[in-house]
């Protein structure tokens, strides 16, 4: 059974930092990852999606890897700024069946 | 190009009545997911259609269910609601039934159980 986790449960940086956001997961076996941002009493926006066969993928100041033997995936932000400020959440997708499993997510917080 | 809509943006409903909660896919969509997001458990899947036919559904009981109609929209009914039952219900779209595909989400009906 699939299982994610990550660390840190939440973060509060000052503005500029760069950061590294960490997801595991249990079961190598999955068809991709995917990390999604969540603000308060809202949807999920996607942010990156790595497929199984990929290493890593980037979108602006986002980068995302992934390393299938170890079961972890990464999300580096760099120079963090106020409106980064959300709970990011990763995924994994395994199985079959297209059902994503979540991490609780991470809560960041970016102070000016 | 229009996301992932859904309906009503909040609902409120009293123990053991039903809720009914609708979802409209990006244009082009042929898969719907729903998923539930309650306080301190996290998002967990519940159902997933594509074209027309209920193909997974999470460990959610039987009063859970839903339907995918010929445009692709979705509607997830919860009948005999409990108190547990609170939480924002997240409905997503993808191109088609490919566990490549990229997952876009909705904002939400936050169900509210009194």
């Known amino acids: 059974k699939q299982e994610v986790t990550q660390i840190p449960a939440a973060l509060s940086v000052p503005e500029g930092e760069n950061l590294v956001l960490n997801c595991s997961f249990t079961?190598?076996?999955?068809?991709?990852l995917q990390w999604f941002r969540q603000d308060p009493g809202k949807g999920l926006t996607s942010l990156l999606l790595i497929q199984s066969s990929q290493r890593e993928q980037t979108s602006g100041r986002l980068n995302a890897s992934l390393d299938k033997s170890s079961g972890r995936s990464t999300l580096y932000i760099a120079a963090s700024q106020p409106g980064d400020s959300a709970t990011y959440l990763c995924?994994?997708?395994?199985?079959?069946?297209?059902?994503?499993?979540f991490g609780a997510g991470t809560r960041l917080a970016v102070h000016p | 190009e229009a996301g992932v809509t859904q309906s009503p943006t909040h609902l409120i409903k009293t123990r053991g009545q039903q809720a009914t909660l609708r979802c409209s896919p990006i244009?082009?969509?042929?898969?719907v997911y729903w998923y539930q997001q309650a306080l301190g458990l996290g998002l967990q899947f519940l159902l997933w259609y594509d074209e027309g036919e209920e193909r997974n559904r999470g460990n959610f009981p039987p009063r859970f269910s839903g339907r995918q109609f010929p445009n692709y929209s979705s509607e997830l009914n919860v009948n005999a609601l409990e108190l547990e039952d609170s939480a924002l219900y997240l409905c997503?779209?993808?191109?088609?039934?490919?566990?490549?595909?990229?997952?876009?989400f909705g904002p939400g009906t936050r169900l509210t159980v009194l």
């Open positions: 995924a994994a997708l395994s199985g079959g069946y297209n059902k994503l499993i």
């Open positions: 079961d190598s076996a999955i068809y991709n």
């Open positions: 244009s082009g969509h042929t898969s």
């Open positions: 997503a779209s993808s191109r088609e039934g490919l566990a490549t595909d990229t997952q876009y």
